[in-house]
């Protein structure tokens, strides 16, 4: 079955910065856009990033937009999230998400994504 196995949260003050990663199995994961999303305390899960299947196209939300990176590497079925400048705002459970997309501009939309994983926990100390 298709598992999506997040890693790289935890603790980190305002100003610093993080690596999330994400291993894909279970699927073929050169067919499959890859998102990052992410649900804060008390509020509705959101969109962060994506990058379509050939790592050529992104999409990011405004509110991490030239302060996170998305990337991929197709040779090790991995999607990665660089997150620079963080603000206590960032906190929040970040999730990673496969959708079976042939857009060149990957979507935003939760509902685009088929597969989700477990979650790991991002945690900006002000």
């Known amino acids: 079955q298709v598992q999506l196995v997040e890693s790289g949260g935890g603790l980190v003050q305002a100003g610093g910065s993080l690596r999330l990663s994400c291993a894909a199995s279970g699927l073929t994961f050169t067919l499959y856009t890859m998102g990052w999303f992410r649900q804060a305390p008390g509020k509705e899960r959101e969109f962060a990033a994506a990058i379509n299947r050939s790592g050529g196209g992104t999409n990011y939300a405004d509110s991490v937009k030239g302060r996170f990176t998305i990337s991929r590497d197709n040779a090790k079925n991995t999607v990665y999230l660089q997150m620079n400048s963080l603000k206590p705002e960032d906190t929040a459970v970040y999730y990673c998400?496969?959708?079976?997309?042939?857009?060149?501009?990957?979507?935003?939309?939760?509902?685009?994504?088929?597969?989700w994983g477990q979650g790991t926990q991002v945690t900006v100390s002000s």
């Open positions: 998400a496969a959708a079976y997309d042939r857009s060149w501009s990957p979507p935003s939309r939760h509902d685009d994504y088929a597969y």
